[in-house]
Every structure is written in C-alpha cells, then in structure tokens.
C-alpha cells in the first residue's frame, strides 16, 4: 500500500484540477457601498450540452486521518464545486489521467476557507470532511445521461498527514 502525504491546498499544485475557491489576495471588487469585498467568476464551470447548473447541499460523515483511498470518482460531463458551509479543513484528493483511468493520487487539505471545483472529467476522492457538520453546498451538473466513473484501486493508498 503506497501512502500519500496530504499538503497544503495551493492554487499552483491545484491548478492541473480545476479551481480553488478562496478570498486569497485583495477583491476583485469593492461592493454595497464598500461594506463587501468580491472575488469575481473564480471557477469555469461546466455542464455538459444537455445539463444545467445545479445546487445542492450534502451533509457528509467526517472521516479522520490516516485514512484508506481505494476508490476515485470523475464525472465526464461537467465540474463540480464543493464550498463549505462551516470553517472547518476538509481532504481534497485528486489523481491525473493517465489514458482513462487515474495515475497517481494526489492530497491536498484545505484550510477551512477553500473551496474547491474540480474541472470536468477530474478524477478525485469523495467529500472528506475532517470535522462536523460536514455540511457543503455543491453546485454541480444537473441531467440526462450517465455522468459518474467510479474507480477501484487494486491496491488501496493511505492517506495521511506528514
């Protein structure tokens, strides 16, 4: 079983993935009459030619670390986004394609103000909450068509901290 380090959310190392959604830097603009900073259009989002955009909110079991990954998941017609609704870190894992299925998994943790959208086609892990409630609002694809792979691991990884 290989273990994988989980690092700090960037949005450098993030970038190959999608998005990381977070107030990093000075706002975008300056808005309701100076009283609101906004971060504008932070994410491509992407819904595929017969879906819409949706929102739903998932409440999720908080896991702990060290913790085994042994399946990842990527939805091929459109991203999705994962923003907390509580300031509390939570597990990112992503994995590159490596021709249809995923290469070598990646972990990052967040630093309770991130969230992150995972670009269309993304292999990643499953909402990893490290505390409760676990409570995210996910905007994500909405319609027809079959738009989750799943991925099994042969051999499971261990995720854990440095």
């Not at 700090?8 to 993030?14: E, K, Q, S, Y």
């Not at 070598?104 to 995972?118: E, I, S």
Request: charged content about 20%.
């Amino acid at each position: 079983m290989s273990v994988i380090l989980a690092r700090a959310l960037t949005a450098a190392a993030f970038a190959p993935f999608g998005e990381v959604l977070e107030t990093a830097g000075p706002p975008d603009k300056i808005i309701n009459r100076g009283l609101c900073g906004r971060w504008h259009d932070r994410a491509g989002l992407e819904f595929g030619s017969t879906g819409r955009a949706g929102i739903s909110v998932f409440r999720a079991t908080p896991r702990a670390l060290p913790m085994t990954l042994d399946m990842v998941e990527r939805h091929p017609e459109g991203s999705q986004a994962f923003l907390p609704m509580s300031e509390h870190p939570f597990l990112v894992v992503v994995a590159p394609d490596a021709d249809g299925v995923p290469g070598t998994p990646l972990a990052f943790l967040t630093d309770g103000a991130q969230g992150v959208n995972y670009a269309r086609g993304t292999w990643h892990g499953v909402l990893t909450p490290l505390n409760g409630p676990g409570l995210f609002a996910v905007v994500d694809r909405i319609g027809e068509g079959a738009n989750l792979e799943e991925h099994w691991f042969d051999t499971p990884h261990t995720v854990r901290l440095p």
